[in-house]
């Protein structure tokens, strides 16, 4: 269990032995949002849409009608597939992030800064949180990225990301906003054993939060069957007198609470050593204004148990966590996946299959007619007849007294029915062949195949944008709490145009000196962009870009070729060493030459001098 934002003296929202009422709030909250109907509406259909993934599509009524009729309860799942496919071409998606400065005075470090993100998302293991945060979306409608300091080490803080699925967090039934920067609270449960929750507090109070679910109106903290302890974590905001100032030292708007800026004012009076011999000193009246702020605060409880809490250390506006979601219905403000909607032709579907493989199984077969005596070897008929080299012996004169009654045939709406409810359940959930990689026309090129999958993608344009978006917001926080965590020497490995490579951040915090990287000392934002980049696709780009190089020869360096190439790493790196190599050269054998022209045109300017100064 990952502390939040714990500081080692950090006050307590409540003294020991009284009333926390920060804490009655919380409990109540959580019992207003475990009841509301966005969440429950969002409950009742998520656990069914992963049932239906899963295979687990029909009723219990379903089944036991089946069974009574002896009939298998076959299952043809057409959205197991669909919502893989809508996962991979997520994990396809080329994701690139673009650190640009706010000022100008931070334009160097943006790179660098690019790099460091880079480094520490793969660190972390964000991308594939995130990739586990689109598929619980696409499924079930929401997930949950949440960032913390992880202080083990309390002198090397570790910025740590965990992953809630949806059934584990609890928002604001009233919130809309997608950031939620307008949701009050925000609720992430951990059900953990004894043994774990004494490691984290041992002064943990089993007995209440035991008895605490046990009150019909009171949301329950204690599993006996599996003999956990739920322990909540919720963040919140609380409204702060603050006063707004313009601080004399940096000339920056910054803000403090009264007590605070009192301290403040009497530093600036007495002055603030600067190191280095310097005092700074400010005797006038500072600017300032009164107003108020919405500060994040966090706890960690359990029933009437408060193991945790305070204001946030982090220097982030809202809550440290991501949401991720898919598609929104407005009448109950909850989310839902892209499974919800293609339920009901999935149904229709397993039921069509059935009853058509029922009749096939049960349909009868031709029926034998003959007058007695015109079947010579009848036993054998009634044993032998299905086998492949069996004959009938007909008496002789008796052939026009045998015959066979014409097979019933199956109607073909229900192959046609097939067809429709397979195609709604593609057009429903957005996963159309294209996109599924089935060829349905001739040999056609890949630009063409490229616009075909590009449009079946703007189809999913909710469903990806969103995802863009929780994607941004996770790069932003996590780019803040870098800044403020990875403040020492630290060596990163960051890829560039020249591979692999280690550099330093944080070793020259003096701006004014050569190699300045304090990442801690800018401000930047961040732009994305992405691509699908599947394997036609790909191949498209790769073929697209081969044509034009060779048309115009030297244009398209070979690394931008190797980037769209299926090769190993290791040949990609040996080509584009190879490259360099070349062009190291030619410039060498250029300025050898320019060096061996020169000293011709040397030579013939002495020799015509030398003429002119004999005659």
Excluded at 64 to 85: G, S
């Amino acid at each position: 269990m990952g502390t939040s934002a714990v500081q080692p003296n950090e006050p307590e929202l409540g003294s020991e032995g009284t009333k926390d009422e920060d804490l009655e709030l919380l409990n109540k909250w959580l019992k207003y949002a475990e009841g509301s109907k966005p969440e429950t509406t969002y409950r009742e259909n998520s656990l069914e849409d992963y049932k239906f993934y899963a295979g687990d599509q029909d009723t219990d009524e379903v089944k036991v009608a089946l069974a009574n009729l002896k009939r298998p309860c076959t299952v043809y799942n057409e959205i197991k597939p669909k919502v893989d496919m809508l996962v991979g071409l997520a994990a396809q998606a080329k994701y690139d992030v673009t650190v640009v400065p706010v000022g100008l005075e931070d334009a160097p470090l943006a790179e660098l800064m690019a790099g460091t993100l880079h480094h520490f998302r793969r660190q972390s293991k964000v991308p594939r949180k995130e990739i586990e945060c689109f598929e619980h979306m696409t499924k079930g409608g929401r997930a949950l990225l949440y960032f913390y300091i992880d202080k083990s080490n309390p002198f090397k803080p570790v910025i740590m990301v965990r992953r809630y699925e949806g059934r584990h967090f609890f928002l604001d039934p009233d919130g809309q906003e997608y950031d939620l920067s307008d949701h009050r609270f925000l609720f992430m449960e951990t059900w953990l054993v004894k043994e774990e929750i004494e490691k984290y507090w041992p002064d943990f109070d089993f007995g209440s939060a035991e008895q605490f679910g046990k009150a019909a109106d009171q949301p329950a903290y204690f599993d006996e069957q599996k003999e956990k302890y739920r322990i909540v974590e919720g963040w919140y905001y609380k409204y702060l007198d603050v006063i707004y100032f313009k601080n004399p030292m940096t000339g920056l708007v910054e803000w403090l609470t009264p007590a605070e800026f009192k301290k403040f004012e009497e530093a600036m009076k007495e002055g603030i050593d600067l190191g280095n011999g310097q005092v700074f000193k400010f005797e006038g009246n500072i600017a300032q204004q009164k107003s108020f702020r919405k500060q994040p605060f966090y706890m960690i409880f359990s029933g009437n148990f408060k193991c945790e809490g305070g204001a946030s250390s982090y220097n982030w506006e809202g809550f440290p966590a991501v949401l991720f979601a898919a598609y929104k219905e407005y009448d109950t403000n909850s989310w839902f996946g892209a499974i919800r909607t293609a339920k009901d032709g999935q149904r229709t579907l397993n039921t069509n299959r059935r009853q058509l493989v029922y009749l096939l199984q049960t349909l009868p077969k031709g029926i034998l007619k003959h007058e007695v005596g015109a079947v010579l070897n009848i036993d054998d008929y009634e044993e032998k007849s299905s086998e492949p080299n069996f004959h009938l012996e007909i008496a002789k004169g008796q052939f026009e007294k045998v015959g066979f009654v014409e097979q019933p045939r199956i109607s073909p709406i229900y192959g046609l029915l097939d067809k429709i409810l397979t195609q709604s359940i593609k057009d429903e959930m957005g996963a159309q062949d294209t996109l599924m990689g089935v060829q349905t026309t001739g040999r056609e090129p890949g630009v063409t195949v490229r616009a075909r999958q590009e449009t079946g993608i703007a189809v999913l344009y909710i469903l990806f944008d969103n995802f863009r978006e929780s994607r941004h917001n996770s790069s932003k926080l996590h780019m803040s709490l870098i800044q403020q965590y990875v403040t020492e020497e630290t060596v990163i490995r960051i890829e560039g145009p020249k591979g692999a490579q280690l550099l330093t951040i944080n070793s020259q915090s003096n701006p004014q000196n050569e190699g300045f990287n304090d990442i801690t000392a800018g401000k930047f934002d961040l732009e994305l962009s992405e691509t699908a980049q599947t394997a036609t696709i790909k191949a498209a780009i790769l073929s697209m870009l081969t044509d034009f190089a060779q048309n115009n020869p030297g244009t398209i360096p070979p690394d931008v070729l190797m980037e769209y190439a299926d090769l190993p790493y290791s040949v990609k790196q040996r080509i584009r060493e190879h490259w360099e190599a070349m062009q190291e050269q030619e410039k060498l054998d250029k300025e050898r030459e320019y060096d061996l022209r020169l000293k011709e045109i040397e030579a013939k300017v002495k020799n015509k001098t030398s003429s002119e100064g004999a005659k």
